[in-house]
């Protein structure tokens, strides 16, 4: 089963706006992951959150964590055409003894139009 | 610097065919190495991973089977691939460890038909 989920499936804004996704887990983590998917390409790492964080900046993007709702959300500012991709948050592995799984949710298709 | 090599990018193959897909990572040492498929417009399905050598852990049961026969080579396999099998495969590497971002491939498209 996805250990994360993804809402809304679909997103659409003008260029200017901002983007928000928001990811779902169901067991403890120790981080999560954002990752960007360009059509029909490999995924990018975006950024990473420890559960110890609540909230995160890097550029245009900033990441919130809310482990007691177990709960993530993606915020992308100013956003542009470019930024048109689907996005994955990713939980799982890391902690000590690696288990070495990741799993990934189901993903944001974001359409930004200029 | 570490890459990944995913190939072939595209292939199409016959039901029943054999499927044999590798992946290589350069430039680090012991790395997890996954497999994924992603079915048109869905999030990704964890196949396969290994920690180490000849380890492998099976996520989904199915027609597939991945092989580790060397520390950067992640080898996805089906004897006799079916209809279902077609997707998009994606391989990836991570280092071992507290958090680490993982890298991917450019992903081969597999049509079986």
């Known amino acids: 089963s996805q250990q994360g989920e993804e809402d809304p499936q679909a997103l659409s804004i003008q260029e200017g706006e901002n983007a928000t996704m928001n990811c779902s887990y169901k067991t403890s983590i120790n981080n999560l992951q954002w990752y960007r998917q360009n059509s029909g390409r490999g995924l990018v790492h975006l950024i990473l959150?420890?559960?110890?964080?609540r909230e995160k900046h890097s550029g245009r993007l900033r990441v919130t964590l809310d482990t007691s709702k177990k709960s993530s959300s993606l915020l992308i500012t100013a956003s542009r055409a470019a930024d048109t991709a689907s996005y994955f948050c990713a939980t799982g592995g890391g902690f000590a003894g690696n288990t070495g799984k990741l799993i990934f949710g189901q993903g944001t298709t974001l359409q930004v139009k200029p | 610097s570490q890459t990944i090599h995913q190939w072939p990018a595209t292939l199409v193959q016959p039901v029943g065919s054999p499927l044999s897909l590798e992946c290589t990572v350069e430039?680090?040492?012991?790395?997890?190495l996954y497999w994924y498929r992603q079915a048109a417009g869905r999030g990704l399905q964890l196949l396969f991973y290994?920690?180490?050598?000849?380890?492998i852990s099976s996520e989904v049961p199915q027609n597939l089977s991945a092989s580790r026969p060397q520390d950067r080579q992640f080898i996805l396999s089906s004897k006799k691939l079916l209809l279902s099998d077609s997707g998009f495969y994606l391989c990836?590497?991570?280092?071992?460890?507290?958090?680490?971002?993982?890298?991917f491939g450019q992903g081969t498209r597999l049509t079986v038909v």
């Open positions: 290994s920690v180490g050598i000849g380890q």
């Open positions: 990836a590497w991570r280092v071992t460890g507290r958090g680490a971002e993982a890298f």
């Open positions: 430039g680090t040492s012991n790395p997890n």
């Open positions: 959150i420890r559960s110890n964080e």
